[in-house]
Each structure stands twice: as structure tokens, then as C-alpha cells.
């Protein structure tokens, strides 16, 4: 293991090194040893060689000097490290998780806030869609609460909707999550999450890949996908289209080896159909929590007896009280769901006609479908980022979408 803070300081540059990602450095590992003394010398002299990358002489004064030389991003980061439950977790350092070592592509450092204990300990990913029913917002807040009973981390990437419900899910249950961001920890989004990521800091575990002061953008939330997927044993997906970041999720656990199980739904809701076609394919078809527990419970280190939720009926053989807070939750939800799906009988399916290209057409489509911020939009299209951040513009200004706290929806 490599605990220095030099050693993790040379790591962190590497990383923000332009034209070396992930891929690349899994390609390095294959051949060199980082233990090894001459690692750093014989990188530089590689990456020497390799056209349209960085600056490789500000790299190699890093790696020199890494806790002496000008460096505004180190300066950052040990400021922020200086507070309680801060962490830097480099490849190859202790808390560095052994699940990530096994992916194609692991991330070469990590920043975390919170109990970074918790990357050694099992866990189960939770994910789904932005614009979830209130029906799948209870399912995944009482499987993520029941699995964190259970000792389950719940890991998740703190996107509104399935991802919210399920770290409160587990927060509610006093059981312990970690959530995934695809910007700098000191970057919550979306900003309506801030709250709960504060809970999560102290009750569990917030990580990203992604230096301080990294903003939100489309490309890093597929991204992070791999590493909430790769953290996991299994991923569990409660709603999702078709293209959705979801599938992504799952695609990536399946190729890690991991377990996949999806919660199926309605036929008419295009929430669902991202979970019919990964049952399709070869995910569990998943009604309660021992659809999970009996294929991944080998990995737990405690035998705790099972509260049998079951999503159909909404009860569990637990105690009185937490038999009421479930009848209680499943009741406010059956009210939610009405009042929501009245809400979308209001608004019609959008006429192609009315729309000066197909790619307007597209955008306002998968709004109707449930994508609610410019990501989902881009993930559910394949357009262009910049393209569909001046269309969703154009069509506020037209009066065909408008923006709530909830995000966007048709007028």
C-alpha cells in the first residue's frame, strides 16, 4: 500500500493530466508495478512520447516537488483535507476499495467526505430514474431501508428521484450509504440535494472523482456510473426508460461481473420499460428483498433475520411501529401517484407537426417521457449538449416547456 500523502499528491496530478484518463492508467498498471521505484521516472519517460497530451513538465515538477512546488489545486485540496472526515483515497492507498481495482477503467484518486470506512464494506447499488412515480419513490426507499437493516451499504448517486429516495431510504432506516457524485464534493448537485448530502457526510459517505470546484456537466454523470456500479455486488433499478442513465448503470455492472435485478412495473409507464428489458436480458426480476438477499447474502459478514417487505402489499414482519411507518409511507404514496398521474392525463402527447425540426420534437418527447434536466434530456436524445441547452431556451422562451424546482416540464 502506498499511504504517503507525496505518493497520493504525484496520483492526483497524474489525474488531471489532459489526454490521460481512467483507461490509460489501467493500461500502465498492466505493465508497471507502482510500488516499484522506478514507476514514476519510467511514466514520464513514456508519456514523454505520447502526442497531444498535457503539460509534462509541470507534471514531472509534481511528481518531483509534490508538496513544494506552485500548485493552486494541491493548495486547494489540503485546505479542504484539513477538515473533519476529509479524505484523499489515491489507487493503491489502504482505503483504496478492491472493487474498483477489478474495472477497466478505476479512478486513479478519490475525494471523500464523511466515513470512508464504509468503501470496504458490502454494498448494493440502487438506482433509477430523475422522474420517478411516487410509487417507485417508495419502492426504493423502503428495499434501500430494508437492505440497510440487513447491514447493505446503499450506494447511489445522488441524482433527484430513485437515487434521493434511496440514500434517504437507508439514512431512515439508521443503516449506512454512499453516494457517487459526477462533480467536486464541493459542488452538491442538484442544489436541492444539499441537505440530504449533508446527512449522507455524517451518517455516511460522499465520494467523487472529480476535483474541487468541478462543476456540473452531461458527460461526467454516465461517468460516475461505472464507479456505483463498480463499488457494488449488485445493482438494483427501480424505473427507468429505455435511455436512461440507469441502463448505463446496469450495462457497466454486467460487464463488471456484478449482479443485476430490476423491479418490474406497469407496461403503459415508460418508467418501466428500461426494467423489462434488462428482466429481458437476463436481470432478476426482483418483488422483494430476498430476490436480492438470497443471491448475494454469502457476502455479508452477519446472519440478521429478514424483514420480509414486499412491494405489492407494503408490510413487513417487523416490529408494530415499523409496520405502521410502512402503511403509513404506502398510503401517501397511492395519494401522490393519483394526484401525478392525473397531472399527466392534463398534458397531451406532443404533435409532431407543431415543431420547426425533429430534434425539437425529440427534446420536448422526452420531457413528456420524464426526462426533467438538460443530462436526462441529452441522455434521452444522443444530441449534442450545447445544442439542447439552446433548444430547451428557445423552447421556454416559446412557451412550450417551462422550469420548476422539479425541473422541466410541458406547459
Known amino acids: 500500500m502506498h499511504n504517503s500523502l507525496e505518493q497520493q499528491l504525484r496520483l492526483f496530478a497524474l489525474q488531471q493530466l489532459s489526454g490521460f484518463g481512467p483507461v490509460r492508467f489501467q493500461q500502465v498498471l498492466e505493465q508497471c508495478d507502482l510500488a516499484d521505484k522506478n514507476f514514476w521516472p519510467d511514466l514520464l519517460s513514456l508519456l514523454s512520447r505520447v502526442p497531444r497530451l498535457g503539460d509534462i513538465k509541470k507534471l514531472q515538477q509534481q511528481v518531483e516537488q509534490p508538496l513544494t512546488c506552485p500548485w493552486p489545486e494541491r493548495d486547494r485540496l489540503l485546505l479542504w483535507l484539513e477538515q473533519p472526515q476529509r479524505h484523499l483515497i489515491a489507487y493503491g492507498s489502504a482505503h483504496y476499495p478492491d472493487w474498483l481495482t477489478q474495472i477497466g477503467d478505476p479512478p486513479i484518486v478519490l475525494q471523500g467526505a464523511g466515513h470512508v470506512s464504509l468503501l470496504s464494506q458490502p454494498q448494493i447499488a440502487i438506482v433509477g430514474a430523475r422522474h420517478a412515480t411516487a410509487m417507485g419513490l417508495n419502492d426504493a426507499s423502503q428495499f434501500a431501508g ?42 452538491i448537485y442538484p442544489a436541492k440535494n444539499s441537505r440530504l448530502a449533508q446527512h449522507i457526510t455524517e451518517q455516511g459517505l460522499l465520494i467523487s472523482e472529480y476535483p ?100 405489492s402489499t407494503a408490510k413487513a414482519s417487523t416490529p408494530k411501529r415499523q409496520q405502521l411507518s410502512l402503511l403509513s409511507e404506502s398510503a401517501v404514496s397511492t395519494a401522490a401517484l393519483g394526484e401525478a398521474t392525473a397531472q399527466k392525463q392534463k398534458t397531451q402527447q406532443p404533435d409532431p407537426s407543431r415543431f420547426a425540426t425533429p430534434e425539437q420534437y425529440q427534446i420536448v418527447q422526452a420531457i413528456f417521457e420524464g426526462a426533467v434536466s438538460v443530462d436526462t434530456v441529452i441522455l434521452a436524445t444522443n444530441l449534442d449538449a450545447a445544442f439542447v441547452s439552446q433548444q430547451l431556451m428557445l423552447l421556454e422562451l416559446q412557451g412550450v416547456i417551462q422550469q420548476k424546482a422539479t425541473g422541466y416540464q410541458l406547459q
Open 146 to 187: 430494508a437492505l440497510a437493516e440487513l447491514g447493505w451499504t446503499i450506494t447511489s448517486g445522488l441524482a433527484e428521484g430513485i437515487d434521493a429516495a434511496a440514500h434517504q431510504g437507508a439514512l431512515n432506516a439508521q443503516g449506512h450509504t454512499i453516494a457517487v457524485l459526477g462533480t467536486g464534493l464541493d459542488q
Open 212 to 311: 474541487l470546484g468541478t462543476a456540473p456537466k452531461a458527460a461526467h454523470f454516465p461517468r460516475r456510473n461505472r464507479i456505483v456500479s463498480g463499488l457494488s455486488v449488485g445493482v438494483l433499478v427501480v424505473e427507468a426508460a429505455l435511455k436512461s442513465g440507469s441502463l448505463i448503470s446496469a450495462r457497466l455492472a454486467s460487464e463488471q461481473g456484478r449482479e443485476v435485478f430490476a423491479i418490474p412495473g406497469s407496461i403503459h409507464q415508460a418508467q418501466n420499460k428500461g426494467c423489462h428489458q434488462l428482466i429481458k436480458q437476463g436481470a432478476k426480476l426482483t418483488e422483494t428483498i430476498m430476490d436480492i438477499h438470497e443471491e448475494l447474502q454469502h457476502w455479508l459478514q452477519i446472519d440478521q433475520q429478514l424483514p420480509t417487505y414486499n412491494r
